[in-house]
């Protein structure tokens, strides 16, 4: 039963912060790099950050020194904390391995970010 399952997102004012979750099942997502992905309306899904599973980290330019994600390998669980957050980064944010399997895409968490 290998799930994804995301979590955390709302409606949250320019300037604000959210903290999303993603509860993976199934050991193999303990060991691959994980990462965040995210699509608004009209637009293609793009990589937001992702990590290894020793912990090194990767950005997209637009989330940079805004954004941290990070990982807690024994709850089986990935983060994605949000910072000055922005109306651009409003949009279905989802988890995945990175690169992506293709199979695994969840239900993602909606992020809304307006006043």
């Known amino acids: 039963q290998v799930q994804l399952v995301e979590s955390g997102g709302g409606l949250v004012q320019p300037g604000g912060s959210l903290r999303l979750s993603c509860a993976a099942s199934g050991s193999i997502f303990s060991i691959v790099p994980m990462a965040w992905y995210r699509q608004a309306p009209g637009k293609q899904r793009e990589l937001v950050a992702s990590?290894?599973?020793?912990?090194?980290?990767d950005y997209a330019d637009s989330v940079k020194g805004r954004f941290t994600i990070s990982r807690d390998n024994a709850k089986n669980t990935v983060y994605l904390l949000m910072n000055s957050l922005e109306p651009e980064d409003t949009a279905v944010y989802y988890c995945?391995?990175?690169?992506?399997?293709?199979?695994?895409w969840g239900q993602g968490t909606q992020v809304t970010v307006s006043s």
């Open positions: 990590i290894s599973r020793g912990g090194t980290t």
């Open positions: 995945n391995p990175y690169p992506p399997w293709r199979d695994y």
